[in-house]
DNA sequence: ATAGGGTTAG
């Protein structure tokens, strides 16, 4: 039993004079208890669980006996322990009535439907006509269909539909919104505008549940026309209104539309409350205007949790990460707490800057908020491990999670795939497809490209063109750019422009970039060169194109067609971004720019650069000198070669950390053939794992061996 | 006279 057994209390007065609401002194002599009705709606409302209960405790020792038996007391009771929370307790003193109404059956369903139990509600809907021969009215209508709602139950929301039609409850503007809020919720938009069309009558909440289902539901353009609409139609918009609106500019990406949204807001008398203006903050963030973001920010008088981890967010979307973090501590030192989309979002920017050792941090942080369990927060932490370096720790999180939705599966798949962890990939999809969480667009993405690291063809082409379809996926870019990848690597490069060829799909650079790339792992020159030409004219300003094209001539140390190529970007003006690598040791990140010699220990580390060189060679090491400018001799290409950034960083880690770490290095492009075969070598010499990210993907050093398997 | 209902920010 719940409930401890009422006992009443010594002194009723004196404890109830302590409620400021309670104390009547100009009422005379009559009890605290006289008015107990209107006594438990105040403790309902007030969420007040003690005096609501000494009120019961009153009503059952009271000299009028039974009180509890008389049905308005027991629907006040009833309405007051689900209005608290207790359920089971408001359901006990349902099943004990001799007699119930309506409103019983109404105060108990509303209980349930806000005690997150849905289902319960649809059961009590069909029992109250066969136990108590009553027939729902338009409050049971309503609560009926917000269960519906909640539950995505369209099917059973469909028969209410019905219900109410046939006793002719839907003219209550109520019962018409439920309805409406009922369609939209279980993505039926049609149904929800075929009511507000056909029902007579409509009000701001009509609209509100008409737009806010658009576009939580992506449709964006048919938002737009609903607003455009309601503009027309209906002028008094309430705070929903204005949520709804800023919501949809944001995921618009359209700061126009935001603007005047934001201005026709400012024209009316709305009090902006939290709720509001955290959605402006958003909104400004979401279009690219960090300024106005943090100006509305700034002018803010009331802000809470949401408004502080809208603005992180905020700098977060914009590239903005320290910002980002800093703010974490401007926020603690004002005394709000962090909440869940606090650590999210904080995650998801030490992510963005590989800083592991600041995702340990927050990771104890979480451990002991007690944040942990929350699916938002493990899916951010298992991107985080896994963008930064540590597959193992990702997997740790991924294996405590309790509740797993799409984007933990995802997150896991797709970083064992990142790894190189092709098996592990498709064994963790396989474990999804037992699990309740059903695949979706982006679950293909890992596995096709866990697909690719394998060179399983077949099952790629499977999933592509049988497995996806069955689960009504439709395959977009992404996926058919995983399946250029999957045939090249798998050396069918003939196949895969063949099948880009044949394909109807818009392809952009990454696509036919993967293409070059894999023709320049495969030392196919010749195709390499054509389709690199063919993408230059595609897309004259990508460096990436560039960079291989020239690659390729220099492996067939032509030269001419080297100078050709850097002779374009220059007169093009396409820079190759300078090679930047970093790595953390201990609280503090290295940065290591290419044939640099800033950082304070240049010497020792150019030093143990060349001792590391020295030691590789006899293992077989030859510095590619065809990965420099041709202009330069070739004992000076050796040296460029050990001045890259990725070196020098491994050699730093190598001088700094104890012998049994591992070193984790991250860099700003792809990581370079010469730098890759060293690395291999000089895991297996230093019997280090080196791991290293690169703008692509993570190599694992190991043993004289890389997870990529020497294509990347 | 009296008890019960729909939309909402990161």
Redesign the pocket.
Known sequence: MAMPTPRPPRNPRALLSYVPFLFKPNRGSSSPFADP??L??KS??TKNLRIGKLVHAHLITSTQASKTQD??HA??LI?FYA?CGDISIARQLFDQMSER????W??LM?GY??NGLALEVLVLFKQMFSVDNLRP???????A??SC??SGRIEEGKQCHGYVLKSGLEF???????LI?MYS?CSDVEGAIWVLNTLPGY????Y??VI?GLV?LGYLKEALEATARMASEYKAW????Y??L??LS?RLKDLNLGKQVHGQMLKSDLDC???????I??MY?KCGNILNARKVFDCLQDR???????LM??YFQNGCFEEALNLFSVMEVEDFM?????FA?LLNSSASLSALRLGDLLHARIKKSGFKGHTIVGNALIIMYSKSGNIKGANKVFSDLIFRDSVTWNAMISGYSHHGLGKEALDLFQDMLTSVVSPNYVTFIGVLSACAHLGLVQEGLYYLNHLMRKMGIEPGLEHYTCIVGLLSRAGLLDEAENFMRSTPVKWDVIAWRTLVNACHVLRNYGLGKRIAESVMLMDPHDVGTYILLSNMYAKESRWDGVVKIWKLMRERNIKKEPGVSWLEIRNITHVFVSEDNKHPESSQIYEKVGELLAKIKPLGYVPNIAAVLHDVEDEQKENYLSYHSEKLAIAYGLMKTPSEASIRVIKNLRMCDDCHSAAKLISKVTNRVIIVRDANRFHHFQDGCCSCADYW
Do not use: M
């Open positions: 009705i209107k438990l709606k309902a409302e049905v308005f629907n006040s309405n209005k109404n309506i409103v019983s109404s105060a509303a439907l806000h009215n338009e409050y049971i209508f309503a609560i269909l917000a709602s909640v209550h503007q109520y019962v018409k919104n439920a809020h919720r009000d701001v909440v009509s509100n549940s806010n939580e309430d705070n929903v209104t949520i709804s800023f919501g944001a409350d939290v709720f509001v203006s955290s959605a903050v958003d963030g809470n949790v949401v408004s502080w981890t809208a967010a905020a962090p909440n869940e989309y606090t979002v």
